[in-house]
Every structure is written in C-alpha cells, then in structure tokens.
C-alpha cells in the first residue's frame, strides 16, 4: 500500500483540536472533582452496618465497575431522559456519566484505606468528644486520602482517557474533532496519530504533576 504521510493539515486543523481538548480537560477536572469527593462518601456507606444502606451501594459499585464504560455513557444519554424525564445539556450529561464511573472506582480504592485507619485513632477521636462527622473528617478521611492517592491518581487518568468515550454521544470533545478533521482531510492516520499523542502527552503530564504533590504530603507526613 502506498501511502504518504502528511501532517500539512495541522496549520488548519490545529485549532479544533484545542477546542476539543479544552472541553476534554474541562470534563476531567469536573468528573474528578465530583468523584474525588462523592467517592469518599460511598465509601463510607459499603462500611455501614445497615444492610438497607450496604447493598444499594455495593450494587451501584459492581454495576459501574463491571459494565462497560461506553455502554454506561450511551445508557446515561438516551434512557436517563426517557425514564426519569430529565433532560440535561450533553456537557452535564457526559460529565455526570464519567463522574459516576470514577465514584464506583474510587469508593474501592477509598475503602481500603478507610479499613486500615487503626482503632486507636478512632478510640482518641471519641476521648476527645469528636462527633462522628469531626471523627469521619478529622481522622478517616485524611488516612484514607493518603493510602488511597496512588490509585485515585490511576482512576483520574483513566477517567481523562475516558472522555474519548463521549464522542459518540457528539459532545464536542477531543476525539469528536478528531473524527471531524479526519473526514474532512480524509488523513485519519495522521488524525489519530495526533490526538493519541495529545492524549499521551497530557496524561503523562497530570501524573508527573500528581506524583510530586504525592511524594511532597509524603515527605511532609513523614517529617511530622
């Protein structure tokens, strides 16, 4: 097959695909907000002596982290208005679905390091009058946050990747320019070329910035 590169589109290309990545960057930062935080929170609940309160959230946990990521964006698009009559912008949309598939992963990454907070520190948070929101607060959450970084790093890659996902709901993302470009140069090579490099450059910049502030709380902890 003869075939010739030709990278001469970028000149004209180039702009889109910021705007793409833009919007890519924009919905990581939210979807890793949102599921920083709610992921904590659900994994508290799988800690929770109440079955009523266990297994709902146990079944959310599986069902995000044992269905496919793309096959939960196309649900969220189309069935979520149908069912619920809710009808969303498709930015609030996408970020809702990654959200909530990052929350599932990382409620399990948050569980093991809310197990491993030593009974000691609970049993001084209760000496010290500590309400169980100050002890949840105070003690668990900064215990946990801290054994469970390294994978909530990993999660919050995978969750940047992810927003490729959310090009065949046509949210204007990296990928979705991608795909528009290439149909219109008809270079699809050197397209996904590209944004795979985009994609590599950016993720490998997040985690080199995360794995510092990691080893620094590390060191600060350490010190103390």
């Not at 002890?135 to 969750?159: C, D, K």
Request: net charge positive.
């Amino acid at each position: 097959m003869n075939y010739s590169l030709d990278f001469s589109w970028i000149s004209s290309g180039l702009g889109l695909l910021w705007q793409g990545l833009a919007v890519t960057l924009v919905i990581a930062l939210c979807a890793n907000a949102i599921g920083v935080v709610t992921g904590f929170v659900v994994g508290m609940l799988t800690q929770s002596k109440s079955r009523l309160v266990r297994l709902p959230v146990s079944a959310f946990i599986e069902f995000f982290r044992c269905t496919p990521a793309l096959v939960q964006v196309v649900w969220f698009f189309y069935c979520v208005p149908i069912i619920f009559n809710v009808f969303l912008s498709p930015m609030t949309m996408g970020i809702l679905a990654i959200s909530l598939n990052l929350t599932a992963f990382n409620a399990e990454a948050y569980r093991g390091g809310i197990q491993s907070v030593p009974r000691d520190q609970h049993d001084a948070g209760v000496a010290l009058g500590f309400s169980p929101f100050q002890r949840t607060t105070l003690i668990v959450l900064p215990h946990a946050f801290r054994v469970a970084l390294p994978v909530l790093i990993t999660n919050g890659i995978s969750a940047l990747q992810q927003t490729s996902l959310l090009s065949v709901v046509a949210i204007q993302e990296l990928m979705y320019r991608g795909k528009e470009i290439a149909s219109d140069t008809y270079r699809p090579l050197e397209v996904f070329t590209t944004i795979g490099i985009l994609y590599l450059v950016v993720s490998v910049l997040v985690a080199q910035a995360l794995r510092v502030i990691e080893r620094k709380r590390s060191f600060n902890y350490s010190a103390a």
